[in-house]
């Protein structure tokens, strides 16, 4: 997205050579796509430099621009089909008539719109002028290209800082990751700018030495550049200002162009979710049937289900959580989850041995096995349930994740709660005592049964959730299994054989923020995956952040239940670590499980 400003004289400058514009392009088809393209930009840029009803200039720079834009489309007009040269000349002479009498906005695009249906028409139609990429553009080779055509000037990372960025003429180069630079700015613009260079600044025409799918390639990796990178984002973010341009000016021509736009990203779209896909079309040929004739209240119809329904797309097919954050997240669930096992067992086992009843030790061991098979026979009919309800899985799945969320809530304010070590050790102490109390075998595997199966409980909740999370990615979630596993192995055998001293209040203190933060990305999955079941309704909240590593998504809904979430965590910390009356002594910082 080269911006506005940048629009000047090179093509202008090339006129006064030798050869003439015209005589750059081999044939008639390149010609005409260089002509429509600098209409369709003249067009635009003088819209930004002109008050609505005309005749005050606001922005002299963009209607300098658009008229260069004019200007150069008609060095080419002489090698246009025999059928249009005629008539488009014509026309471009009308444009550049109505630029410098300053002409309202509105009327030169509808001067530019009959002249771009000629041109087109003349060429084959649409589809042979200007046909978008039959499959996306490659952002790795955008990036290439970038590398190769671009950074000299605009930087490698697209700032305008690049090498020669203080030594060209004219306007320096543009900042490509400012939003508020690259607004409006669609990729087939930018596509556009790049085949036919800008005019009045050091960007030249690239549609000789590179190749369409480059251009085109070079085009995604600009348009993703305010996104993070994102191609699928960035067309998302096109498609809806197009579809908000369409309903404010009542225009069928703008409500296709976002149609044409959706395009890019809809094979991708049915590929995961035909219904979804089909009605997005449905939804986006009403807009192109009512946008001219709509009154306000079917255009805010209209909008609300476009937007909910693009919102779910770009859910499906651009969220992608991190490998890193899905690793990272199954570590800690089985550390903390195997951990607090291994200390409620360790600690039965030293109770035990301190009470003379060591002999008693297989009673527990037995509970802590049994609860291990439980919850592998858990884990079975979890996935048997969501196996045997494939048409209820979004609703399922949702559910599962606001449960999970739920619990995680619960048990890191437990853990928050048990931070300091008196009070652990205290917890411990309780559930031995009543065990040994009853004199009963039963009730000390009882007691390890329900201490392991409720951890085990607890984790195969958490890891479907996080699976469901994870989607394709889930072989993160098993590596981060995997050194976890690993990791519990060593801390057992330290215990157990090296008598290691836990520091119960860091470890606590870290644990509960991790499954804090998990409890807070669960709560916006799940009302995520509840909306895309209908169940609960969608409704879009105009910029607010789309954060998925986070499941913050820009909806009423999860926004709401997020924001309910945190003023509890916030409640309940301040409840938590209260100034308390000094009493009791503390039975030391550290616990020793053996």
Known sequence: MLPVRLLRTILVASACLAKPLAGQATDSLAVARRIVAAASLAAKEYALGVTPSGGNI?????VDEARLFIQQAQFDISALPVTARAKAGRGLARLGQMLQRLAPPDSVSRVTDSLVALITKAAGGPQVLEALPSTPPSLARGAVVFHERCAACHGESGKGDGPKAKSVKGP?????????????????????????????????????DLSEQDRWAVSAYVAAMQYGGSATAATFAAVRRQVDSALATGSDKVA???????EQVETEVRARNAGLASDLESAFAWLRVRATRADANEKQV???????????????????????????????????EGFEAILIVAALMTFLAKAGAAERRREVARGAWLAVAASLLTWALVELLFQITPGQREAIEGGTMLLAAVVLFYVSYWLLSKIEAAKWTAFVKGKMQSALSSGSGIALSAVAFLAVYREGFETILFYKALFTSAGSMGVSVLGGIAAGAVGLVVVYFAINQLGLRVAMKPFFAITGAMLYYMAFVFVGKGIAELQEARIVPLTIIERAPRLPVFGVYPTLESLVMQGALLALAIVAAAWTLRPKPSGGGAEGDLLRAK
Do not use: H, Q
Request: proline share 8%; hydrophobic share 45%; aromatic share 10%.
């Open 58 to 62: 606001t922005r002299p720079e963009e």
């Open 172 to 208: 320096p180069p543009a900042d490509l990751t400012d939003p508020k630079v690259m607004s409006g700015t669609t990729m087939l613009e930018i596509f556009r700018r790049v085949s036919i260079g800008v005019p009045g600044t050091s960007m030249p025409e690239f549609a000789e």
């Open 256 to 262: 296709f162009d976002a149609y044409l736009t959706f």
């Open 302 to 336: 209209i909008r609300e289900r476009l937007l909910a329904g693009l919102e779910r797309a770009e859910r499906a097919v651009a969220d992608r959580p991190s490998s890193m954050s899905l690793f990272v997240a199954s570590f800690f669930l089985l550390l903390r």
